[in-house]
């Protein structure tokens, strides 16, 4: 299992042992995360709230681990569950491209745990994943996010219109 270490952030695979921990901040969280997700699919189960959902997702995880298609990190501060930083649709080919994905919980927010986490993610993804390209996209209003990628001064490659459903809106 690969397990990646920043000064004060410690980056694992979810596993489902930690669906308590996870349920618990993802409730806590709900308003907090809402507003920055893709709208949930209707029928789908709720991993938030059905273990073996959340089942489905540590095994789909770990597929996507064994096929190099991805790598799902939870994060972890003081030893607890504090939020997750995903390496997702890995390309290989001409692009060695990869996007990233994050979210920390509302009460560590503020304390750089995310940009922390993204370094160590940047470095497994350019040193040990020889990845050429990490993106990450943000929607213009998430200040937040926008703050994470100025501080580590990540280019700003511009705006694509009508790029991602958050919450709803194109
Ligand atoms: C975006 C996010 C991951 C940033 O994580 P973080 O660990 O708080 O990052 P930082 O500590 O570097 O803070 C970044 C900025 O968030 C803002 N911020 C700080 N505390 C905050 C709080 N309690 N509430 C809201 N925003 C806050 C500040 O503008 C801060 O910039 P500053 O350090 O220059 O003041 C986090 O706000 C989050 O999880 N948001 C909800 C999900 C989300 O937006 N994910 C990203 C999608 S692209």
């Known amino acids: 299992m690969t397990t990646l270490f920043g000064r004060r952030v410690l980056l694992r695979p979810l596993v489902v042992s930690d669906f308590p921990a996870w349920r618990e901040v993802r ?4 308003q907090w995360l809402t507003k920055w997700e ?7 189960p709720d991993v938030v709230e059905d273990r073996d959902a959340f089942s489905v997702r540590c ?7 064994q096929l190099g298609a991805g790598y799902g990190f939870g ?22 491209s990869a996007y990233v994905g ?4 509302e009460a560590r927010a503020g304390q750089g745990y995310t940009p922390e986490a993204l370094v160590v993610v940047a470095r497994f993804a350019f040193d040990e994943l020889r990845l050429h390209r990490i993106q990450i996209a943000i929607i213009p209003r998430n200040a937040a996010s926008r703050r994470v990628v100025e501080k580590l001064a990540i280019r700003d490659e511009g705006v694509a219109v009508r790029y991602l459903e958050i919450n709803g809106e194109w």
């Open 75 to 96: 994060i972890f501060v003081d030893g607890s569950f504090a939020g997750e930083i995903n390496l997702s649709s890995i390309q290989r080919g001409p692009f060695q």
């Open 27 to 30: 409730r806590r969280n709900e």
């Open 38 to 44: 893709p709208t949930r699919v209707a029928g789908q």
């Open 102 to 105: 994050y979210w920390i919980d």
């Open 59 to 65: 095994s789909a995880r770990q597929r996507e681990r």
